[in-house]
């Protein structure tokens, strides 16, 4: 094993991190009906295009949407975890109070 210096290995991490895919939990609220969908994805601009194109089964009668939280992950465990909160009864009235703000 080669012994790198501390330096080295932030240097190393942060070139590696470029090329490892992010993980955003986000939340959207429709503009017509009360509903908010918590998700997971790794290219949230792309997933917001979807589901305002009504192309993903679970929203498409709710459409469109504004997009009123995301936050970005490094592993999909983490995100996970946030978005399992998120979906949850205190993590869904937070949403709503941050929809309700904005």
Not at 42 to 59: C, G, P, Q
Not at 73 to 78: G, L, P, V
Request: no cysteine; net charge positive; charged share 35%.
């Amino acid at each position: 094993m080669v012994d790198l210096s501390a330096d080295r290995q932030a240097r190393f991490l942060e070139f590696f991190l470029t090329f490892v895919e992010m993980f955003y939990v986000y939340a959207i609220s429709s503009l017509s009906r009360n509903y908010i969908y918590v998700g997971l994805t790794s290219d949230l601009d792309d997933r917001i295009k979807r589901h305002n194109a009504k192309r993903e089964k679970t929203t498409r009668a709710y459409a469109p949407f504004e997009l009123i939280y995301s936050e970005k992950f490094e592993t999909r465990m983490a995100a996970r975890q946030k978005e399992k909160y998120l979906k949850s009864g205190i993590g869904k009235e937070n949403l709503r109070q941050i929809r309700d703000k904005g």
